[in-house]
């Protein structure tokens, strides 16, 4: 049985070989790796991405699927690193590492904007930086926030308060629903100045933070990553099963999954014939 196991794992990952978007040899493919995607500031000079630790989704097999999602009408390139294992009879282990330096590199443009726009309260969050630290993600910023009475067409009137608060929040990543879905573990924030030693007196500090909080949650749970699999391999029927953030190199955002695919002779069979139907590989009349 085990080695039946073997044939399918080198048959997936040659199948995994010879698609659009996929290579074989995912640790040459990692090395050689481009400018990632950028901000218009990062457009001026290309960065080097560094290459991927292979023994973060080792296997006896190793691919690599370029992807991409859409996150807020913003296209993220997500290339998954994979590594297949022998782990039952009809099923192999999956250990997959999902490269999220782009959607680092672009979160701070995405998640920037108003959390909150009232006729008697304004607040706005400007995301500075993003990085990986071990398990968890650390994201830096600030909120301006904006205090008016309204007028009567329920619109901003006069200001009569306003003050500006640094955040610093910690956040985490864990496998639910096929996909991975973030969180924030804890939040600090800071007010600037004197005003802001008022902000905190008066209560406005504590506003502020649930108002982040509450955006926040929402954005997270709305934007889960969901690294997607050509569509021909959707018949491996993959289980992920566990995971997390991992930083992939100081300060590099990465997700871990670890699972399972469906390798019996049906799926197999199913998988060539959707691979023949789409001209991927051509069988003998």
Request: with cysteine; net charge negative.
């Amino acid at each position: 049985m085990t080695s039946g196991l073997k044939i399918h794992a080198i048959l997936l990952g040659t199948l995994f070989a010879v698609m659009p978007g996929c290579g074989g040899n995912a640790q040459d493919r990692a090395s050689k790796a481009g400018a990632l995607g950028h901000s218009e500031a990062a457009d001026a000079s290309a960065t080097q991405v560094a290459a991927v630790d292979s023994s973060t989704y080792a296997g006896r097999i190793q691919v690599k699927l370029d992807s991409s999602i859409s996150l807020r009408d913003t296209p993220v390139s997500i290339p998954v690193y994979a590594g297949l294992q022998e782990a039952g009879p009809t099923r192999l282990r999956l250990r997959a590492l999902v490269d999220l330096r782009d959607l680092q590199l672009k979160a701070p443009d995405i998640l920037t904007g108003p959390l909150e726009e009232s006729c008697n309260r304004q607040i706005y969050l400007e995301v500075s930086d993003i990085a990986a630290q071990g398990d968890n993600v650390r994201v830096e910023g600030a909120t301006r926030a904006q205090f008016s009475r309204c007028n009567r067409n329920e619109e901003p009137g006069l200001r009569y308060f306003g003050v500006t608060v640094d955040v610093v929040a910690v956040g985490k990543a864990e496998v639910r629903d096929q996909c991975l879905y973030f969180t924030l573990d804890g939040l600090d924030l800071d007010p600037r100045g004197l005003i802001g030693g008022a902000a905190n007196i008066f209560g406005i500090t504590n506003r502020i933070k649930t108002a982040v909080l509450e955006k926040a949650g929402e954005v997270l749970a709305a934007n889960p990553i969901c690294p997607p699999l050509p569509e021909s391999f959707s018949v491996l029927d993959p289980n992920y099963e566990s995971g997390g953030t991992r930083e992939i190199e100081p300060g590099g955002m990465g997700g871990a999954i670890v699972g399972s695919v469906d390798v019996s002779a049906e799926t197999l069979v199913k998988l060539l014939a959707g691979l023949q139907e789409r001209g991927v590989l051509e069988f003998a009349e």
